[in-house]
């Protein structure tokens, strides 16, 4: 079984950078794709990267280019680098795995607590 906490959130500039972590404990890790997810008040879930288990990535029209996700095996860690962070980008950000990559792109079955990202001058 796999537990995940994020951290890394908070309130930044408009343009700025923040790197959001996630620790996940269980000896499975390895073996699992993993997504980042958000939410933002009103809308609806959105999934924002993806990377499996042999580290090919996967992003959102709307972070493409700006948002960069990697993972860390040894240290049971995925991050989310976000770059020229906008107003739009403000959510909760999820971190999310599951065994499948098609699930872990629909319906992950493990998830954070969240972690909030505020892009505010």
């Known amino acids: 079984q796999v537990q995940l906490v994020e951290s890394g959130g908070g309130l930044v500039q408009p343009g700025g950078s923040l790197r959001l972590s996630c620790a996940a404990s269980?000896?499975?890790?390895?073996?699992?794709?993993m997504a980042w997810y958000r939410q933002a008040p009103g809308k609806q879930r959105e999934l924002v990267a993806v990377?499996?288990?042999?580290?090919?990535?996967n992003y959102a029209d709307s972070v493409k280019g700006r948002f960069t996700i990697s993972r860390d095996n040894a240290k049971n860690t995925v991050y989310l680098q976000m770059n020229r962070l906008k107003p739009e980008d403000t959510a909760i950000y999820y971190c999310?795995?599951?065994?499948?990559?098609?699930?872990?792109?629909?319906?992950?079955?493990?998830w954070g607590q969240g972690t909030q990202v505020t892009v505010s001058s």
């Open positions: 999310a795995t599951d065994p499948s990559i098609s699930t872990v792109r629909s319906a992950p079955a493990y």
């Open positions: 990377i499996t288990i042999g580290s090919s990535t």
């Open positions: 269980g000896s499975i890790f390895s073996r699992y794709a």
